[in-house]
């Protein structure tokens, strides 16, 4: 089946949720709740570094209407988390960050719960807090975790003190390298904290049934993930905890790690009712799963023609509090730094770092944006130091096909050139024509599609349709509506033929889950060979029939067509139903190619599956009297390898810039002594539908060999250039790059103005 | 203690008992079981709880619910079913608006009380830009919301062009 | 968060209820500032007083020498009232960008002065047009003007029991013109980091015969910048006068340093924007937009 030839995959088709979407009948997290529900809330540290001395909750357990209150004390004294087992339900004896669960309370209504917060007894003893990574890296700087050595971590993960975890990738002989170079470059840049911005916040609710099984109604993206840290907080086998997604109002990485799901559950058992619970926007920035803030060092050596001889790096993530996905964001980062460029000498180091404050996440491309930010805004320096265009420094130092990435990879189907030049041609990259305060700006990266198991079910219908059950969440990407396009098309149906089950974790296979740029590829290739397994299965039947041998049949419009016979799909599951009714399986792993361990060490994603590469462009101007920045036009380039569905493709480039603009211009949260300054939607400045430009986006088909029809991850890319592609355009207007983000208007006046 | 308040809500009328502090969004998510009105913010901030109150958009969210006595509410749901769109549902789903879906109900409300409060013109780009700015959509960067609201706007314009042809 | 609600049926019911509540009572029309005060506990009233039901605090009414805006008219009927939109245009360019159109459906301009926030948009032009206020209350009517009913950060003239009936604006002269700025992190949703109204009259030979500047965000009330207009008044609106104009509010202004903004900052945009207001005036009276 050539993809040129597809009828359903590759068509702007409406996503299958849509109209329930639209006329208000989806179903989300939120919206679950359960007859005679109680509702919960959790009791928050107000300080950032404290001994908990005393927590009495009598006078909370006795008010009317409260069903339960539990602490610490009342729940299993485990230690759980991702890379590095360093959290727990509840502070014990110290607490970390502003925000840190001390308790929570179940009751007859959500006022009474708040209430019964209120009644609750908390001293704090406070310690010196650290906020400053750096500052936590000094070698007599206090350890916020004095027991990390005891902590259970991945075995990849290297540990020290408050160093929760510390990568390297290193090639060739960086210091020879720097002594012979042309000329050598040196910044620095910070990155703030920013949040993921879902609108639906993270929800979920609880309830045990009489055999003692767990069933929590989760908006998280990985229900099996939830599922496994529920089993180790609750020490319990997982087949007694039951995961149900029913819809999910966007998740972008911030809702991969367990939210509220441990809470409502430990309460539903101490209260013998279910339990709900939802965060309100002051937890959500205080205490959710925010994208790091990072400390990026660059130093790259070049020649006079502006080639890249030696790039050494250095990423410091805040991880907050506790671990989070910091470590492995922290690693990530590294493939970043190196970017599409050939670096024949390279050394890069990624430091993840307790501080008392949230502990953070993996928020869409983690790290990504923050390392793009700093290298390709470098580019830009070095370019105009050496007096190159931005877009010709980097089209001499772009990687080819067949060259060797960072961690010794052979690189396949690049296309990076094709993506610069196309973004650069849709600006008008050639046509720079100097106005003042009115500037274009350029940056490129690329990213991987992550790998990661993914399996089907698939179910032929008496009236010909197909139930597509699979263990990923549909997000709001429309990337299980890119699964079923695949499906249909291989199976001869319509879209709107394919109808796709809701996640629960009792009945659906595994899935890594709705991350990392992977479902659409993943759960799509999974189609496929469900797809071939149901093919075969009717081919046999009708062969058995008719006569007909196997090998000379098809699929075509619903039917078998086996010789001059067609035989409708629906008339053979309908037959079928005596024998139990047909199914099919499909499972799909795309693992990583080999690569050369010597270059990386402690690296939890040392080499990268199906690499995509892209180009951002904008044109901006600056209002040189208040530093206000407007955009005028914003063009991306990227490589999607094959375009399931173009429309909703182009739904997820202009989501991405849309966030990524907001971390480039205006959003951050803001910690003043250990506290959040803009706890509220009102000062937490998410772009609106004004400051979001059009957004034109050029989808460049350059095939993988391992995705569906040979696409390639799409959905974290586009908000890796924003930052760099904005703080090159405002240099480009102003003569000034703004090394920190968010670039506000003030940063720019001041610095216009010559203010620090 | 609870007071009776009867609301008008979708043309139907609901006797309810209700407390003087709860919002409309709660009386509509929580008393009728209309979950189509979204929660989020809970400050006016978003705009995913938007109904129309007397035919304009308004947060659901902050508003008491007692302050409706009288005034006709509708909800995303008294605007169509899945069998049965209204234009801008439609739009919303041809155009790729759509993506997780959670500031759709409220988009689209903010988008048909503007089209309603400007009913002889054809907003530009700009307009609908600037209409929609009270609700805030992570999926999409607007885009294709645009896209939706524009389409409709222009089927109208042309509609009215037709009817006002000899 | 307890509290009754009482939906008093005339301005007098309305008032007695006040009295009788005193501090635990508050007026509530749209709601859009109190019940999120409420919601984050800053507001603790036990009694709400609906004032939505009197019909006599509603519309913009023409008067003898201008406008009475009635306590209830909503942001959007400033924004969209047909006379408004030209000598006025600087009060319909505040009141657009006061939240989204959900709040500006039914925030009104009573309950926006009567909150009595720095940052407040549409007081910043009223400001500046000179508005007066009229109250209505147990001792019967009064009218003061607007700069000195706002006294501090929440903190009004308003007596125990009144209530804001109307604000009153008068007609602006021939060859007069008004313009509304805002300086905020986004291009929407945003509470002031600095706002500017101003109202200039120019006379036949096209110097300023009458100037007004109203400063927002800036200091503990919205405030006039009193010796920048003095530096315009007589003089024709040309660069060093607009510059001088803009060096003198700058000067008055007494911003504070927030998460939204640095007081240093704050101080730059009144002076960047000051001079653009004053020439967008300049503009609107030479294109006969008054």
Known sequence: MRPNQNTVAGRRLPRLDGAAKATGRYVYGTDVTLPGTLYGKVLRSDMPHARLTRIDVSAARAMRGVRAVITSADVPQVRYGNAVKDQTVFATDTVRFVGHPLAAVAADTLEIAEQALSAIAVELEPLPPLFDPEAALAPDAPLLHPDWQDYVALPVIAREGNIAGRSRMRHGDVEAAFAQAHRVYEHRFTTALQHAGYTEPRAASAAWDSTGVLTVWSNGQL???VQATLADILELPVSRIRVVVPGIGGGFGGKLRIGVEHFAALLARQSGRPVKMITTSEEELIAAHPRQ????????????????LARQGRVVVDCGACSGSGPGTGAVALQCLVGPYRTPNLLMESLAVYTNKVPSGSFRAPSGPMANFAVESQMDIIAKDLGIDPLEIRLRNIVREGDLGPAGEVLKDVSIEECLRRAADAIGWHDRAAEPGRGKGIACSWWMTTGGSSAVFIKLNGDGTVALTSGAVEL???????????????????????????????????????????????????????????????????????????????LRDKCVVAGDKRIPLADIARQQYTGGGLVARGTALNPPPAYDPARVENHPLPVWNTPSFHAHAADVSVDTETGEVTINRYVVAQDVGY??????????????????????????????DGRVLNANLTDYKMPTSLDVPPIESILVECPSAAGPYGAKGVGEPPCIEPPATIANAVAAATGLWITSLPITAEKILLRLKGEP | MRNPLTLTINGEQHDLLIEPHWTLLHVLRGQIGLAGSKENC?????????????????????????????????TIEGLGDPEHLHPLQAAFVKHGAVQCGYCIPGMILTAKSYLDEHPDRMPSRDEIREAISGTLCRCTGYQKIIDAIAAVAAERAGKGAQEDAP | MSFQVHHPQSVADAIALSQQFGDAGR???????????INRKRQTPAHLIDLNRLDELAGIAQTPDGFAIGALATHKAVERHPPFQDALRGLVEAARVVGGHQVRNIATVGGNIANASPAADVVVPLLALDARVSLVGPRGARTLALGDFLLGPGRTAREAGELIDCIHIARLPQRSATAFLKAGRRKAMEISVVCVAARLTLDDEGRCAAASLALGAVGATAMRAGEAEKALVGRVPDDAALRDAAQAAAAACNPISDVRASARYRRLLVEALVPRALRICVTRIREGRT
Not at chain 1, 526 to 550: M, Y
Not at chain 1, 646 to 664: F, K, R, W
Request: negative net charge; proline residues 2%.
């Open chain 1, 223 to 225: 229900p099996f993930e």
């Open chain 1, 293 to 308: 803030a990072a400390i990026i060092t660059v130093k790259t050596a070049v020649s006079a023609d502006g080639r890249i």
């Open chain 1, 476 to 554: 709001g990407t429309g990337a299980l509506t890119g699964a079923a396009q695949i499906l249909a098309e291989e199976l001869s149906l319509d879209l709107e033929d394919v109808r796709v089950a809701t996640v629960d974790t009792l009945h659906v296979p595994y899935d890594y889950g709705a991350q990392g740029s992977r479902t659409a590829f993943s759960v799509g290739n999974a189609c496929r060979a469900a797809a071939a397994d149901l093919r075969q299965q009717l081919f046999a039947l009708v062969a058995a029939q008719h006569g007909v041998p196997a090998e000379e049949m098809m």
């Open chain 1, 643 to 672: 375009a399931i569905n173009p429309t909703y493709i182009e739904g997820q480039i202009e989501g991405g810039v849309s966030q990524g603009l907001g971390q480039a211009l205006s959003e951050e949260i803001v910690y003043q």
């Open chain 2, 42 to 74: 809970l400050e006016a901030e978003c705009g995913v709880c938007t109904v129309l109150l007397d035919g304009k958009a308004v947060n659901s969210c902050i508003l008491l619910a007692s302050l409706c006595a009288g005034r006709s509410i509708v």
């Open chain 3, 27 to 37: 007026f509530i029309a749209g709601g859009t500032d109190l019940v999120i005060q």
